[in-house]
Antibody, heavy 118, light 109 residues
Framework: EVQLVQSGAEVKKPGESLKISCKGS????????IGWVRQMPGKGLEWMGI????????IYSPSFQGQVTISADKSISTAYLQWSSLKASDTAMYYC???????????WGQGTLVTVSS | MLTQPHSVSESPGKTVTISCTRS????????VQWYQQRPGSAPTTVIY?????PSGVPDRFSGSIDSSSNSASLTISGLKTEDEADYYC??????????FGGGTKLTVL
């Protein structure tokens, strides 16, 4: 059974760093892309970027380039999304999702709620 | 770049269609996916690659594209109250960046 299991909710202060994770199981982790999606409170879905764990090829959405870092450790089938200095505006739910090839997004993680507040 | 109606509503048993209009570039140039998001839950995929249904998604859900209107559509027939959710279309732009529509709230009343 394919599963994407994300790390738990986080509460951070502005300026702090954070790394959240998405662990894949039940499939060949290096053969599928993992994308990250932001959903701010009460708002829609936003595409942040995507990584191919097989070779770490990473493509960022222009809105998120330089704001976050996407990485993966294929030895433990885990993808990451990290911030070096959080802002209150980073408060959101973050989802990872698996993509097959160039288009088919088929499985989603359960989401990680990040709250940034002083 | 992908525009959806903010909300639609229809009665149980009826059919509803949600549109997704691409503002630049051809709708046919990149596949369109559709996601369902119930309140408090993660999104799930109901249509991928314009019209394909993942296993487990009922055939009441169907997808199509129309090049003349440069839009994609999600049609749900035999509406059930459990279909009440937000629906998002998603595709890729000319630089292969993922992009979502703004989402459509479906009310089944």
């Amino acid at each position: 059974e394919v599963q994407l299991v994300q790390s738990g909710a986080e509460v951070k202060k502005p300026g702090e760093s954070l790394k959240i994770s998405c662990k894949g199981s039940g499939y060949s982790f290096t053969s599928y892309w993992i994308g990250w999606v932001r959903q701010m409170p009460g708002k829609g879905l936003e595409w942040m970027g995507i990584i191919y764990p097989g070779d770490s090829d990473t493509i960022y959405s222009p809105s998120f380039q330089g704001q976050v870092t996407i990485s993966a450790d294929k030895s433990i089938s885990t993808a990451y999304l990290q911030w070096s200095s959080l802002k209150a505006s980073d408060t959101a739910m973050y989802y990872c999702a698996r993509r097959e090839g160039n288009s088919k997004v088929d499985f989603w993680g359960q989401g990680t709620l990040v709250t940034v507040s002083s | 770049m992908l525009t959806q109606p903010h909300s639609v509503s229809e009665s149980p048993g009826k059919t509803v269609t949600i549109s997704c209009t691409r503002s630049s570039g051809s709708i046919a140039s990149n596949y369109v996916q559709w996601y369902q998001q119930r309140p408090g839950s993660a999104p799930t995929t109901v249509i991928y690659e314009d019209k394909q249904r993942p296993s487990g998604v009922p055939d009441r859900f169907s997808g199509s594209i129309d090049s003349s209107s440069n839009s994609a559509s999600l049609t749900i027939s035999g509406l059930k109250t459990e279909d009440e959710a937000d629906y998002y279309c998603q595709s890729y732009d000319s630089t292969n960046q993922g992009v979502f529509g703004g989402g459509t709230k479906l009310t089944v009343l």
